[in-house]
């Protein structure tokens, strides 16, 4: 019997922990890709999930309250938070905003109040609206999440960076590049005064200041940060396949682009660039 009793509370304690990584694991940072068209407008491709986030929600919530309770409104938003990743996986982005919306007012009504928690909704919530191509609603989302990112985490976190990315992409959709370029250029900043910045997160933000350049017709810097994008993105630890065709993408357009007249082959280029990843590949897992 006391057996029996231990695994029940076990369970319901494993119940509550998982809904509250659930509501914490969505990372809003956007990815975008080059479309291959007359205007080669760039459109968001994606978002990423992203364990930082995920690690420092989680630290909040226990070192507020040192228990794996949590309040029935706080469980019930997670839900919903999950719900809304599910719809924007299936980029049903108006039930993804429904489920994003649902969580924001249950946790408006919770005693415990997490900031950082909304900042990762207003951030969902923001993506879901910019790839319905609502930039203006999107833009105040993501300016909530930055305002409680800064004020909590600080102006040099990486977080903090995610939401300078997303804020990027959307003046870069407006066609206000310099502004684009600057939040872009902050963001990663912040990453390479980290220990350790070869990150996905940092890599996303490499491939979307890569199509910002290309649309400045900087098609050199374009080239250099898709290529740093691509580095880390076939990295053992970072194996995003569907990222790594994405930079492949953009980066075919960008050197067919420059080398166009001068019958060199991106496809032999880009096998020369594979072989010495592989190179770096067997080295790193060698060491390790």
Same mark, same amino acid.
Request: charged share 25%; aromatic share 14%.
């Given at each position: 019997?006391?057996?029996?009793?231990?695994?029940?509370? &076990?369970?319901? *304690?494993?119940?509550?922990? &998982?809904?509250? !990584?659930?509501? =914490?694991?969505?990372?809003?940072?956007?990815?975008?890709?080059?479309?291959?068209?007359?205007?080669?407008?760039?459109?968001?491709?994606?978002?990423? &999930? /992203?364990?930082?986030?995920?690690?420092?929600?989680?630290?909040? *919530?226990?070192?507020?309250? /040192?228990?794996?309770?949590?309040?029935?409104?706080?469980?019930?938003?997670?839900?919903?938070?999950? $719900?809304?990743?599910?719809?924007?996986?299936?980029?049903?982005?108006?039930?993804?905003?429904?489920?994003?919306?649902?969580?924001?007012? !249950?946790?408006?009504?919770?005693?415990?109040?997490?900031?950082?928690?909304?900042?990762?909704?207003?951030?969902?919530?923001?993506?879901? =609206?910019?790839?319905?191509?609502?930039?203006?609603?999107?833009?105040?989302?993501?300016?909530?999440? !930055?305002?409680?990112?800064?004020?909590?985490?600080?102006?040099?976190?990486?977080?903090?960076?995610?939401?300078?990315?997303?804020?990027?992409?959307?003046?870069?959709?407006?066609?206000?590049?310099?502004?684009?370029?600057?939040?872009?250029?902050?963001?990663?900043? *912040?990453?390479?005064?980290?220990?350790?910045?070869?990150?996905?997160?940092?890599?996303?933000?490499?491939?979307? *200041?890569?199509?910002?350049? $290309?649309?400045?017709?900087?098609?050199?810097?374009?080239?250099?940060? !898709?290529?740093?994008?691509?580095?880390?993105?076939?990295?053992?630890?970072?194996?995003?396949?569907?990222?790594?065709?994405?930079? %492949?993408?953009?980066?075919?357009?960008?050197?067919?682009?420059? $080398?166009?007249?001068?019958?060199? +082959?991106?496809? +032999?280029?880009?096998?020369?660039? %594979?072989? %010495?990843?592989?190179?770096?590949?067997?080295?790193?897992?060698?060491?390790?």
């Amino acid at each position: 019997m006391a057996n029996i009793i231990c695994y029940k509370k &076990f369970d319901k *304690i494993f119940s509550v922990l &998982f809904f509250l !990584l659930a509501v =914490t694991l969505w990372q809003g940072n956007g990815f975008w890709v080059i479309a291959d068209d007359k205007d080669n407008i760039a459109v968001p491709k994606g978002v990423i &999930f /992203n364990g930082v986030s995920g690690l420092t929600g989680i630290d909040e *919530i226990v070192d507020d309250s /040192n228990t794996a309770v949590a309040s029935k409104n706080f469980l019930t938003a997670a839900e919903h938070n999950y $719900y809304g990743n599910e719809h924007y996986a299936k980029k049903e982005f108006d039930k993804a905003i429904e489920n994003y919306q649902k969580a924001i007012d !249950l946790l408006a009504t919770d005693e415990n109040k997490k900031p950082l928690i909304n900042a990762t909704l207003y951030s969902n919530i923001g993506l879901a =609206t910019m790839q319905l191509n609502n930039l203006a609603k999107a833009f105040e989302w993501h300016q909530k999440a !930055l305002a409680i990112r800064e004020k909590e985490l600080g102006k040099n976190h990486p977080d903090t960076a995610n939401s300078y990315n997303n804020i990027g992409i959307i003046y870069s959709r407006q066609g206000d590049y310099d502004k684009a370029e600057k939040f872009y250029t902050d963001a990663l900043n *912040i990453y390479t005064e980290l220990p350790y910045y070869q990150t996905p997160a940092f890599a996303d933000i490499c491939n979307n *200041i890569g199509v910002l350049y $290309y649309k400045q017709k900087k098609h050199i810097e374009a080239l250099e940060s !898709l290529t740093q994008a691509y580095k880390i993105y076939t990295t053992p630890s970072h194996a995003w396949d569907f990222r790594l065709k994405t930079v %492949q993408q953009n980066l075919k357009i960008v050197y067919n682009y420059l $080398y166009k007249n001068s019958g060199r +082959s991106f496809n +032999s280029w880009s096998f020369e660039l %594979q072989k %010495q990843f592989e190179v770096n590949r067997k080295l790193l897992t060698r060491e390790y």
